[in-house]
């Protein structure tokens, strides 16, 4: 499976932007990069992908290095509803399952 | 839509006991997977199905067993309970599969304790 390294945690204040980084060296052309969140005692939720070009949804931005190597996910205002864990995924295109990792757990003070 | 729905929320069984962790989509979506997650982890894929009546292991599928006679319903056994079955465990469906544009929906997950 392709590998992401993500940081275990991050903190941010309520109301201003959270950047949590994700690596991933070797990613091969054809892998897509998700990002999924899982909120306390719930089941993960999707939250964006992409290819090669940065990508904007109502919930995220999702900016990815040149070289692929690299992404980052952009929270733009941070909520308190935004506390969750973090996944960066890399979705083989021919492989069903998701392979999450430890993620990043994000914490929002108020 | 409901979404992807699980029951039962939890569940606690003796060891060696049996059960079935019932999920349900109404979504119409061909794919369906079964995943656990242990305490501070990720989650570890158990079996998924392609479409009813087509089913296939994942990383971890020792003691379990599927089925999925229809496209809305993908039941996961339990057969002859073990402590280390002590997890939370989610069910999910997608549209489209092995692709990598594919996005999976998950449910509220089943937490079951073995004792």
């Known amino acids: 499976d392709a590998k992401t390294t993500q940081p275990n945690s991050m903190e941010s204040n309520e109301e201003e932007p959270v950047h949590l980084p994700c690596n991933h060296s070797t990613i091969s052309g054809t892998d897509y990069i998700h990002w999924y969140r899982q909120l306390p005692s719930q089941g993960p939720e999707y939250v964006i992908h992409g290819l090669t070009s940065n990508v904007n949804n109502r919930m995220a931005s999702l900016a990815i290095a040149e070289d692929r190597k690299s992404s980052t996910l952009i929270l733009h205002r941070a909520t308190l509803r935004d506390a969750a864990v973090y996944y960066c995924?890399?979705?083989?295109?021919?492989?069903?399952?998701?392979?999450f990792g430890a993620g990043t757990t994000v914490t929002v003070r108020a | 839509n409901a979404g992807v729905t699980q029951t039962p929320k939890f569940r606690i069984l003796k060891i060696g006991q049996s059960m079935t962790l019932q999920c349900a989509q109404d979504m119409n979506h061909n794919y369906m997977y079964w995943y656990r997650q242990d305490p501070g982890m990720g989650l570890k894929l158990i079996y998924y199905s392609v479409g009813a009546g087509i089913t296939d292991k994942g990383e971890v599928p020792n003691g379990y067993n599927v089925s999925r006679s229809t496209t809305e319903y993908f039941p996961l056994r339990l057969e002859l309970a073990a402590p280390s079955q002590t997890s939370v465990y989610f069910c999910?469906?997608?549209?489209?599969?092995?692709?990598?544009?594919?996005?999976?929906?998950f449910g509220p997950g089943t937490r079951l304790t073995v004792l």
């Open positions: 999910a469906s997608s549209y489209r599969g092995g692709l990598g544009t594919d996005t999976q929906y």
């Open positions: 995924i890399l979705r083989l295109s021919n492989d069903y399952k998701l392979s």
